[in-house]
């Protein structure tokens, strides 16, 4: 593969180049990269804006997360965090710290997963910054979105009696996680060994390549419904139910077996002979909507394929709780990653 | 002093812990830091956004840095993109990585600087992440800002016959960069000698708690003046002029005579035999305003202490020029600071 240095193009250089064949989607994006600032206009919507830091070593390893995808999955964390206040993402601004150690050619697949996502969703790059880093790649991503001022949908509003739902399937990029995770060991204990990851691709996929669930917001707007809150599931099911609970002052009774596990994660785990639950409970980067309806808008949701039905919301005293299949009840637990405690 | 370890709040609580009093400012500021994303309304304003990557090791040096002053001025640079939009800062996000070197006091010591700027010039603090690092402390911020549509004011629209002027005075920031790496250099050999910073407070000020010129903004505003042209100087007067020119398609005539130099930079820069105007030129980070006006807004700010009109644009062919004390005529040259060419 051809090597470019980064000194070839120089900071502004490089920007522009990796800039350079953007395309804007929105009427809303008055101006893009390269003046001081992105203008943006909201014909009267309001903006929803949100941020990410993403650092090698702590939230990827380049050692098994190809750049494009790397690129593509900075994108849809922060779009999926515009979705979850049931905004339309509209812009971004990506901002990277790379060392020499990177090629323009390295960049440029970064770039084109980040592109790739931009389309897809037709998100508009509209800013950014270019840093020397020697510590490592560092990635910041601010995304913003507009959606009716009536319309944002808080984590803090929901009521007793609401329907606790989920869009997708849960754990499998956490499973998927523990198979590369796996590889990487085995690899560098043994280098002349192929990593084996035959059948893994659904897992691998849900970790290395995402989405943001834009389609369940497209649905909520065309089906008229409105959440009474909701979040995205970026650090597993249990945090973000506690919460939801929490900001919204209610408690809630969740059922182990609705929790939506596709049956490639299912099987996955048992390999691992660790249990799918507590990869959905606990996992994270799913990236799927938690949310809550009112019972009156089940009819509305019952039969759509990708919306599960996974428990409902109580008074706050009677605390948050898991039904196992088994019939016991025991309290959730934020088990969730956390880049502090050890 | 106190050290709390910052696995002492998780990631959740720590910003939590960080953002507990903030108050908004501003009526667009519709939700805060806390759910998946902020909300902002418009009033009818376009929004201009712009965002910084800092790193340590790269743009700051811990070892002179306060850390009050490093959270001022990460917003300030911000704010100064926004200002140089034309446009009024509102919002800002502010993510940070940081290692267990650092205590939860610290921090505490870096927010207090963020919210001292952020109170000075009525910004709102609405988002953010906390990410943890291991390879040193990490910054970045996203500001926003409103303005009318008619008032934006782009780097591309500067024409013929325009002057070009600048606020404030320049090379300080610089010259302050020296004389803080000289005192590192000197405490590294020898511990045991204090910091000699006699006298030179207005160039230390000028690197570590420099202002962004939305007073400029606000007189333009009052004055009813629309520069043709602007952009904030942060990378050194040359390299910005040589930006607007290139952007606009236009040349220009720079009078070393009229650069603004501080009477305190200049004995300052004497003390290190260099020369001023090439501190002006070519260091970075006075965060003050370039711009260029018709010739018929002359008299709206002939008087005003804060603006030096220091050259005039000229057709492209004519290239970028500074006419020295001297009488003799250079093209300008970026030397500006380009992390990545050494």
Redesign the interface.
């Known amino acids: 593969m051809e090597r470019t240095e980064?000194?070839t193009?120089?900071?502004f250089g490089?920007i522009h180049h990796l800039t350079r064949n953007i395309e804007l989607h929105n009427a809303s994006s008055?101006?893009g990269v390269?003046?001081?600032?992105?203008?943006?206009?909201?014909f009267g919507k309001?903006?929803?804006?949100?941020?990410?830091?993403?650092?090698e070593?702590?939230?990827f390893d380049l050692s098994y997360t190809p750049l494009k995808h790397l690129g593509y999955k900075s994108i849809i964390a922060n779009l999926s965090?515009?979705c979850?206040?049931n905004?339309n993402p509209t812009?971004v601004?990506m901002?990277?710290?790379v060392s020499?150690r990177l090629s323009v050619e390295a960049l440029e697949e970064f770039y084109e997963g980040v592109y790739a996502a931009c389309n897809k969703y037709q998100v508009d790059l509209?800013?950014?910054?270019?840093?020397?880093?020697?510590?490592?790649f560092?990635i910041?991503v601010?995304?913003?979105?507009e959606?009716d001022?009536d319309k944002?949908v808080?984590?803090?509003t929901a009521k007793k009696g609401d329907l606790l739902c989920c869009s997708g399937n849960l754990g499998g990029a956490y499973i998927g996680l523990l198979f590369l995770e796996r590889e990487k060991r085995i690899y560098l204990e043994n280098p002349s060994i192929q990593p084996d990851l035959e059948g893994e691709s659904h897992v691998i996929g849900r970790l290395l390549k995402p989405e943001a669930r834009k389609d369940i917001i497209d649905f909520f707007e065309q089906a008229q419904i409105l959440p009474t809150s909701?979040?995205?599931i970026s650090d597993g099911l249990s945090s973000e139910i506690l919460h939801i609970c929490e900001?919204s002052g209610v408690g809630c009774v969740l059922y182990e077996d609705k929790i939506p596990i596709s049956e490639e994660s299912r099987n996955a785990a048992f390999k691992f002979q660790i249990d799918p639950t507590a990869c959905a409970l606990s996992g994270g980067e799913d990236y799927e909507l938690l949310f809550t309806i009112r019972q009156e808008d089940f009819d509305k949701i019952k039969t759509h394929e990708h919306i599960s039905v996974i428990g409902y919301m109580t008074e706050a005293d009677k605390g948050a709780h898991i039904i196992t299949k088994g019939g016991n009840t025991y309290p959730i637990s934020a088990q969730g990653w956390?880049?502090?405690?050890?």
């Not at 509209?126 to 490592?136: E, F, L, R, Y």
């Not at 956390?338 to 050890?342: D, E, T």
């Open positions: 980064i000194s193009y120089g900071e490089l008055i101006l390269g003046d001081d600032a992105a203008v943006i206009d909201h309001q903006t929803v804006v949100t941020t990410d830091l993403l650092i070593g702590i939230h965090d515009v979850a206040m905004a812009q601004t901002s990277i710290g020499n509209v800013g950014g910054d270019t840093a020397s880093s020697q510590k490592g560092i910041s601010t995304a913003l979105g959606v001022a944002v808080l984590r803090s909701m979040m995205d900001k956390n880049a502090f405690k050890k």
